[in-house]
């Protein structure tokens, strides 16, 4: 199975079926079936072919939500190339920057966007202005069939170093995310909302997802998402089944309109740090079918971990980041290097299918980050991701901080991030947060460490 084979199924025996829908300026919105995305795909695919890009070159789609990017993400693949998604609406010196770093045959822009990368060796495609020279393409071409390892796509983040790094995801990662899964499962019948930034990895979950299983993508658009009353509305116009939320919208909507989420099939939320309350909110509210909280680097593609939550104990700090997804390995590693007992803390270290390959052209932190796997038998690459979690005597795991968020404390190891759940427990608090401060006193060669907690309540 390929990424581009995901669709070719429901376009032989669903063609006419709606794959995706955006909204548009006139209110009417965008929609292309299976049938006239996989053609749509196949046109742009010849046609970045015809402008040299080859299996293995890398294509920047500096494209925001819609038809375009679900097309573009389609055609790079069966091109044989990756894609490096870009938020047309970032600073142009960060996207230039990703350009010049992925060394990009092209991008992919729309609307005029073409003259920001003007000066770069990628040649730029404005999907719109260039609409009638890809149209003219050939609808049917033989789509390239890419090894399991090869790069699908390279997604920058920042990180701690604050400099933008790309990391590069194979297509066997991708189809490990989206195909066989064991933490949702999506039929034809279900509706995907298309919520998250094009360039952060949940989009990957969002779009492969959905068309591996021949469901309906439905964009909604930010000013949508971050509107509580407007996203519940959303939701019910729609009929949308299934949405990934930050935890950080989860939150402001489960304050503000709990029983948005009641008339969906499955929720699924991550990516900090979780409020318990927040999530007992939504479940006195009815709930949706199911509640999954998921964890996932984007080293890992998009989800590592999922919990089905189905009730939060009265006295609970935080919401379980569970069990590994599918195939994917786990490890909770001590200060002194040896596995986790229960109820100890360690560090997380993943790898299984599910894993990255490393950062693009940065073999020194690709060697510091991903590390030999001494602790199960297949062996293999393990991915440090910096995140320290408490092993249950379930199995199941929990999120309690990061490891440079871990400082002593006139001799005491402390986790900030306990201490951050600690006070937000407190019904007078909405959000906490922990640091440490130095000072002098006269006299004194060296300051003293003083915690401080900081609440952003009201």
């Known amino acids: 199975m390929s990424l581009s084979g995901l669709i070719e199924q429901h376009v032989r025996t669903r063609p006419e079926a709606t794959a995706v829908t955006y909204p548009s300026a006139d209110g009417r919105g965008v929609s292309l079936t299976y049938r006239e995305l996989s053609a749509a795909a196949n046109r742009l695919a010849a ?12 294509v920047v789609t500096a494209l925001g939500p819609g038809p375009h990017l679900v097309t573009a993400f389609l055609a790079v693949v069966r091109a044989g190339a990756a894609y490096v998604p870009v938020d047309p609406d970032h ?15 092209a991008v992919l822009t729309e609307g ?47 990180g701690t170093t604050g400099t933008p790094k790309g990391v590069v995801v194979p297509h066997r990662a991708v189809l490990d995310l989206v195909a066989s899964t064991d933490y949702v499962r999506l039929t034809p019948d279900d509706v995907v909302a298309q919520a998250a930034n094009p360039a952060f990895d949940a989009v990957t979950f969002e779009i492969w997802s959905t068309l591996a299983a021949g469901a309906r993508l439905v964009g909604l ?26 935890t950080a919208l989860f939150h402001q909507i489960a304050r503000e309109r709990p029983g948005a989420f009641a008339p969906l099939r499955t929720v699924l939320f991550g990516g900090e740090a979780c409020d318990p309350r927040r999530v007992r909110q939504v479940l006195a509210a009815g709930g949706p079918g ?17 919990h089905e939550v189905t009730g939060v104990a009265p006295d609970a700090r935080t919401v379980p980041i569970g069990r590994p997804l599918g ?11 040896s596995p986790a007992a229960p109820g100890g803390v360690g560090e997380l270290l993943l790898g299984g299918p599910g894993l990255a390959t490393g950062y693009l052209d940065r073999p020194e932190l690709t060697a510091q980050r991903f590390v030999e796997d001494r602790f199960t038998p297949g062996g293999g690459l393990l991915y440090r991701t910096g995140d320290l979690v408490r092993l249950r005597e379930d199995g199941a795991m929990e999120f309690t901080g990061r490891v440079d968020n871990q400082v002593k404390l006139r001799g005491f190891r402390i986790e900030l991030g ?20 130095t000072t002098a006193e006269p006299g ?7 915690g401080g907690g900081y609440d952003g309540s009201a």
Do not use: M, N, Q
């Open 327 to 337: 195939a994917t390995v786990a490890v909770v590693v001590s200060a002194d290097g």
């Open 444 to 450: 004194e060669d060296t300051g003293r460490g003083r």
């Open 47 to 58: 046609h970045l072919g015809a402008l040299g890009v080859a299996p293995g070159d890398r």
């Open 418 to 437: 306990e201490i951050e759940s600690v006070l937000t427990a407190h019904p007078a608090v909405s959000e906490a947060v922990v640091s440490v401060h």
């Open 290 to 306: 199911r509640l999954l909280h998921v964890y996932g680097p984007t080293e890992t593609t998009t989800f590592a971990t999922w």
């Open 112 to 158: 005029g966007g073409a003259g920001g990368y003007a000066g770069l060796d990628a040649v730029a495609v404005d999907l719109d202005a260039d609409a009638g020279p890809i149209a003219a393409r050939p609808a049917d071409l033989p789509a390239v069939r890419p090894a399991p390892g090869d790069a699908a796509y390279v997604c920058y983040t920042s």
């Open 91 to 105: 600073p142009e010196l960060r996207r230039r920057l990703i350009v010049r770093d992925s060394a990009a045959r």
């Open 221 to 246: 658009a930010k000013a949508t998402v971050v509107d509580p009353a407007r996203f519940a509305a959303a939701v019910r116009e729609h009929e949308v089944s299934t949405v990934f939320l930050t």
